[in-house]
């Protein structure tokens, strides 16, 4: 089973500025990587599948990024909308999917 | 409007079971592997199950593996997942999810994330 891991666990960061969300696989899972965001009383939402193409509808200020075993999500122009936790997913080595442990965006 | 809609969930006691619904509508059901994703409170998400879109390759995590089941019947748009020897660690919200991926001609699957969720069931197994 492929571990995914998040860091940090929690982000403290300031509207208008740029957050930056890593999730490392314990083995590679080449770009097979999705990224959802999740508030509160809600069901998670794809923002980013393939480690890099937007979901339909996500504005541009979230972008992902890497391949292998590194992996990154840039939201850039925080908006109040974004404070949330976020989930990385490997989709590579299935089953079972796997999801890394969150990273809770929260302002500063 | 694309819609999953789970229904089901309550209140079971350990070794009880349940079974899950997830109806979808506003797309081709029949097109799509379904997944179920579930969540403890104030935990992460955990994959529990997928079905594929014919219902002819179905997986399991270990977690649940022998205790849960997968079905599906496209002529009613629908997916079910029965629980049975319920314990207290499947206490969690339960979603089902849509993958857009598809299976090529040698067997491999490309998935393209979860990107229709229903609202989630919450499942609560306690004495």
């Known amino acids: 089973e492929i571990v995914m891991t998040q860091s940090p666990v929690t982000l403290s960061v300031s509207p208008g500025e740029r957050a930056t969300l890593s999730c490392r696989a314990s083995q590679s899972v080449s770009s097979n990587l999705a990224w959802y965001q999740q508030k509160p009383g809600q069901a998670p939402r794809l923002l980013i599948y393939?480690?890099?193409a937007r979901a339909t509808g996500i504005p541009a200020r979230f972008s992902g990024s890497g391949s292998g075993t590194e992996f990154t999500l840039t939201i850039s122009n925080l908006q109040s909308e974004d404070f949330a936790v976020y989930y990385c997913?490997?989709?590579?080595?299935?089953?079972?999917?796997?999801f890394g442990q969150g990273t809770k965006l929260e302002i500063k | 409007e694309v819609q999953l809609v789970e229904s089901g969930g309550g209140l079971v006691q350990p070794g009880g079971s349940l079974r899950l619904s997830c109806a979808a509508s506003g797309f081709t059901f029949s097109d799509y592997k379904i997944n179920w994703v579930r969540q403890a409170p104030g935990k992460g998400l955990e994959w529990v199950s997928d079905?594929?879109?014919?219902?002819?390759?179905?997986y399991y995590a270990d977690s649940v593996k022998g205790r849960f089941t997968s079905s599906r019947d496209n002529a009613k748009n629908s997916v079910f997942l029965q629980m049975t020897s319920l314990r207290a660690e499947d206490t969690a919200v339960y979603y089902c999810?849509?993958?857009?991926?598809?299976?090529?001609?040698?067997?491999?699957?490309?998935?393209?994330?979860?990107?229709?969720w229903g609202q989630g069931t919450t499942v609560t197994v306690s004495s």
């Open positions: 079905i594929s879109s014919r219902g002819l390759k179905i």
């Open positions: 999810a849509r993958d857009p991926g598809y299976y090529d001609s040698s067997g491999y699957y490309y998935s393209y994330g979860l990107d229709v």
């Open positions: 997913q490997q989709y590579n080595n299935w089953p079972p999917v796997t």
């Open positions: 393939g480690a890099s």
